[in-house]
């Protein structure tokens, strides 16, 4: 059975957001065709508290972008964003949530960062999707959304790591693109075993 993931379509990564991706909302079209095509939708949104350990500002002398080690390993800083119940938490107003089986909220917990929709970044500490998934019948993932050099990445690396059967779909992502890190997320990715794909061969396929 196959299922749509869509990664963190919310304002705070499209344009005029706090970590907004480049053309982050450039991928809505795509997104909502590919919505209203699956049976099985699962959206993910990052919702981080107030003075979360991943924000710069919670690191006083460092910048937005800066890596500091924490206890869990290498973690990049970010500026301030997807703050509970702030608009740029939400998903945005053009995506089409209405189809959506389970939201899961990712990166609550205030000292660990949360990219993969099934670990948070100690890649221990589960979400429970894989769980979830299983009991339902569903053993392969087209996943899409924001942004493909982070949270996308992990999530796709991370399903492949469950055992899943993975597919991203290209053009219903976007990336962050730091230092090289889109290009590398697409080779570990491949290396990973995920299949990627056009949307317009998704749709002909189903």
């Known amino acids: ?8 379509v919310q304002n705070d990564f499209c344009p005029g957001g706090a970590l907004a991706v480049p ?7 795509v997104v909502n065709h590919l919505i209203e095509a699956f049976d099985h939708v699962i959206l993910t949104q990052d919702w981080h508290p107030p003075s979360h350990r991943s924000f710069a500002s919670a690191h006083p002398g460092r910048a937005p972008f800066d890596t500091v080690t924490m206890p ?5 800083l970010w500026p301030d964003h997807c703050v509970q119940g702030t608009p740029g938490a939400a998903f945005h107003p053009a995506l089409h949530t209405t189809k959506a089986e389970l939201i899961l909220r990712k990166g609550f917990r205030p000292e660990i960062d949360s990219y993969s929709a099934f670990y948070e970044n100690d890649q221990r500490t589960p979400t429970g999707l894989a769980g979830y998934l299983r009991e339902r019948g569903i053993d392969t993932l087209y996943v899409c959304g924001l942004a493909a050099d ?16 993975v597919h ?3 053009d219903a992502t976007r ?10 997320a697409w080779a570990a ?3 990973a075993g995920v299949h990627v794909h056009a949307s317009a061969d998704v749709m002909a396929a189903r």
Request: charged share 25%; proline share 2%; glycine share 10%.
């Open 1 to 8: 059975m196959h299922a749509l993931l869509v990664i963190d």
């Open 23 to 29: 053309d982050g909302d450039a991928i809505l079209p």
């Open 72 to 76: 869990y390993g290498s973690q990049v």
């Open 150 to 165: 982070f949270c996308v990445k992990w999530s796709a690396l991370d399903a492949r790591r469950e055992g899943f059967t």
């Open 168 to 170: 991203v779909v290209e």
């Open 175 to 184: 990336g962050i693109d730091q230092d090289g890190s889109l290009a590398r």
């Open 189 to 191: 990715m491949q290396e």
